[in-house]
Every structure is written in C-alpha cells, then in structure tokens.
C-alpha cells in the first residue's frame, strides 16, 4: 500500500515556473514506478510524465516535453515535477501516481494521490 499527498501547487503567471511534490508514505516506495498526471474539468485524465523506480527512464507527454522535469528522491521517498515556461493550457489538478511500470498509462495506475490545483494565468 502507498499513500500519496501533493504539494506545491499554486498561482503563477505564463512563464513562470512551479515545482510539484508527491509525498510517499509506506515501505516500498522505491519498488514503484511514479507518474505525474493532469485533469481539466470536464475532460479525461491524462499522461504527463512517468519515471521508473530507479529513476533512470523517464518518459513525458509532447506537450511537456522540455519544459517538464520529473525526478525522484527515494531516499526522501518523494516524486517531483519541475515545470518551466508554463502555459495557461497547464492549468489543471495535477495528480501524483504510483505504479509497476514506467510506461504506465491511465488505466494502469496502482495509488492516486488527491491531486493539487495549478493555475496559470495570461
């Protein structure tokens, strides 16, 4: 079992940047793969980015790509998404996840974190 919490959401303008937390609580945090995904109301939730346990593969959406940085800290037992040049289109929850692949779509998720609200602003 992993729990999972948030932090580090917030306001920020086009441009700006924002670096998200997810918090693991349990004893194998480091057995599992982590993923950063987003949901706008009214629509599915979707990939952002996904790192493997070891944090040696990292895999990221089109729309993320070299602006988005997932990492890992298993030592910490915490996940981590720097996010850079952020668009209004970023806006969404985003939510932190635990699974046994790094290629982990969606479906596949094991833990869901509650999710954390990002907002940018024009």
């Known amino acids: 079992q992993v729990q999972l919490v948030e932090s580090g959401g917030g306001l920020v303008q086009t441009g700006g940047s924002l670096r998200l937390s997810c918090a693991a609580s349990?004893?194998?945090?480091?057995?599992?793969?982590m993923g950063w995904f987003r949901q706008v109301p009214g629509k599915e939730r979707e990939f952002v980015a996904t790192?493997?346990?070891?944090?040696?593969?990292?895999r990221y959406a089109d729309s993320v790509k070299g602006r988005f940085t997932i990492s890992r800290d298993n030592a910490k037992n915490t996940l981590y998404l720097q996010m850079n040049s952020l668009k209004p289109e970023d806006t969404a929850v985003y939510y932190c996840?635990?699974?046994?692949?790094?290629?982990?779509?969606?479906?596949?998720?094991?833990?869901w974190g509650k999710g954390i609200l990002v907002t940018v602003s024009s």
């Open positions: 996840a635990a699974g046994g692949r790094s290629t982990m779509v969606v479906t596949e998720v094991a833990y």
């Open positions: 349990g004893r194998t945090f480091s057995s599992y793969a």
């Open positions: 790192i493997n346990w070891i944090g040696s593969i990292t």
